[in-house]
Nanobody, 128 residues
Framework: QVQLVESGGGLVQAGDSLRLSCAAS??????????MGWFRQAPGKEREFVGV????????HYADSVKGRFTISRDTAKNTVYLQMNSLKPEDTAVYYC???????????????????WGQGTQVTVSS
């Protein structure tokens, strides 16, 4: 079993920055096998894709709504993936989830069904 724990959420003002962390653990966990994704869910809305990184190669892909503002990075020694969020907007307000995908796919996974493990989420609130 794999455990993912997010942290770093909070209340910020529009234009501010915030960095979320996702720490992974588990007896059989090996980061090299996974793509690590970030999703978010605003009240009354579906959970949506934010970005993803392939652990071994470090390739990334982002949703258009966050491209140029959000960046995913990783620390292999700490088994942790990060989501750096800059120039935050009120519409970025949501619960943010990290997820791990073990599936072999022709491209980086961007849909929920392609992820095997999920964290519990961390709230990000951006005030105007």
């Amino acid at each position: 079993q794999v455990q993912l724990v997010e942290s770093g959420g909070g209340l910020v003002q529009a234009g501010d920055s915030l960095r979320l962390s996702c720490a992974a653990s588990g007896r059989t966990f090996s980061f090299g096998r996974y793509a690590m994704g970030w999703f978010r869910q605003a009240p009354g809305k579906e959970r949506e894709f934010v970005g993803v990184m392939s652990w071994n190669e470090g390739n990334t892909h982002y949703a258009d709504s966050v491209k140029g503002r959000f960046t995913i990075s990783r620390d292999t020694a700490k088994n942790t993936v990060y989501l750096q969020m800059n120039s935050l907007k009120p519409e970025d307000t949501a619960v943010y989830y990290c997820a791990a995908s073990l599936k072999r796919l022709p491209s980086l996974p961007t849909t929920r069904r392609n992820y095997d493990y999920w964290g519990q989420g961390t709230q990000v609130t951006v005030s105007s």
